[in-house]
């Protein structure tokens, strides 16, 4: 189950994406990071001469997408002052949702929606590269008529993560813990999300979007997942991100200078 390679630059925007916000949640402390990225949030850990953020904007720029709305927490201003001397992310409109103290996956997704334009968001995790097709994923979420979707990584041999099953149309049916799997789909940390709904009504200030949203809405019908094979690499963990750092040179044609 080969994963397909991740080249850029693409010869053409993704029509289905543009005017989608997206939502990257950046405000981790980066502490399994510690030993080899020291003083920085961990979207800003250095991959190949740019941040890790920067893959993640071509990412987005590729697929269309042009407001960012950055959910920033632990030294916020590092990313805020980086934007801001980078000419190359001109092409954005960058809007910041800060936290003042953390809040959680959930906490922070509740916190970002409140700057959110249009029906629905693009939701990214920021220590995640995950090439998804978000035009495909915004057409079967609307086929489906979801309240969130999530694109699936179909993998191999791993323990790592936990799995995510899903019937013959997609609704998600379950959540399993992590385990040894020779073969299954995980979260990939890529959502489409509608903006106006009730999930998140009468929920906390900090809670977990894992937890509190996605699990809990198993079996109700409106939570679906998708699979999709793009390269995928979560830069948690120090090997991991030193992988990154030897794949981004292959991967981001003409980006790396």
């Given at each position: 189950?080969?994963?397909?390679?991740?080249?850029?630059?693409?010869?053409?925007?993704?029509?289905?994406?543009?005017?989608?916000?997206?939502i990257i949640?950046?405000g981790?402390?980066?502490?399994?990071?510690?030993?080899?990225?020291?003083?920085?949030?961990?979207?800003?850990?250095?991959v190949?001469?740019?941040?890790?953020?920067?893959?993640?904007l071509?990412?987005?720029?590729?697929?269309?997408?042009?407001?960012v709305?950055?959910?920033?927490?632990?030294?916020?201003?590092?990313?805020?002052?980086?934007?801001?001397?980078?000419?190359?992310?001109?092409g954005?409109?960058?809007?910041?949702?800060?936290?003042?103290e953390?809040?959680?996956?959930g906490g922070?997704v509740?916190?970002?929606?409140?700057?959110?334009?249009?029906?629905?968001?693009?939701?990214?995790?920021?220590?995640?590269l995950?090439?998804?097709?978000i035009?495909?994923?915004?057409?079967?979420?609307?086929?489906?008529?979801?309240?969130?979707?999530?694109?699936l990584?179909?993998?191999?041999?791993?323990d790592?993560y936990?799995?995510?099953?899903?019937?013959?149309?997609?609704?998600v049916?379950?959540?399993?813990?992590?385990?040894?799997?020779?073969?299954?789909?995980?979260?990939g940390?890529?959502?489409?999300?509608?903006?106006?709904?009730?999930?998140?009504?009468?929920?906390?200030?900090?809670?977990?979007?894992?937890?509190?949203?996605?699990?809990?809405?198993?079996?109700?019908?409106?939570?679906?997942?998708?699979?999709?094979?793009?390269?995928?690499?979560?830069?948690?963990?120090?090997?991991?991100?030193?992988?990154?750092?030897?794949?981004?040179?292959?991967?981001?044609?003409?980006?790396?200078?």
């Amino acid at each position: 189950m080969e994963q397909q390679p991740l080249r850029y630059p693409r010869p053409e925007h993704k029509p289905g994406s543009a005017g989608l916000d997206a939502i990257i949640l950046a405000g981790g402390l980066g502490t399994r990071l510690r030993s080899v990225v020291q003083d920085l949030p961990k979207c800003m850990a250095p991959v190949g001469g740019h941040p890790f953020l920067y893959y993640l904007l071509e990412y987005l720029k590729k697929q269309g997408v042009r407001r960012v709305i950055l959910s920033l927490g632990y030294l916020h201003e590092t990313v805020e002052e980086w934007i801001a001397k980078t000419p190359a992310l001109s092409g954005f409109e960058f809007v910041y949702s800060v936290e003042s103290e953390p809040l959680g996956t959930g906490g922070a997704v509740k916190q970002a929606l409140a700057q959110a334009t249009g029906n629905e968001v693009l939701i990214l995790n920021g220590d995640t590269l995950f090439d998804a097709d978000i035009e495909a994923l915004v057409a079967a979420h609307r086929q489906r008529g979801a309240a969130l979707s999530m694109a699936l990584k179909p993998m191999e041999h791993f323990d790592r993560y936990g799995t995510v099953t899903t019937d013959g149309e997609g609704r998600v049916t379950a959540f399993h813990e992590k385990r040894f799997c020779t073969q299954g789909t995980i979260n990939g940390g890529v959502y489409i999300l509608q903006t106006h709904n009730s999930l998140f009504d009468g929920m906390p200030a900090r809670f977990s979007f894992e937890t509190e949203i996605l699990e809990k809405q198993v079996g109700k019908g409106n939570l679906f997942g998708f699979p999709d094979n793009g390269y995928f690499i979560d830069i948690g963990i120090p090997s991991d991100y030193a992988k990154a750092e030897t794949d981004f040179k292959n991967m981001f044609d003409g980006t790396t200078r």
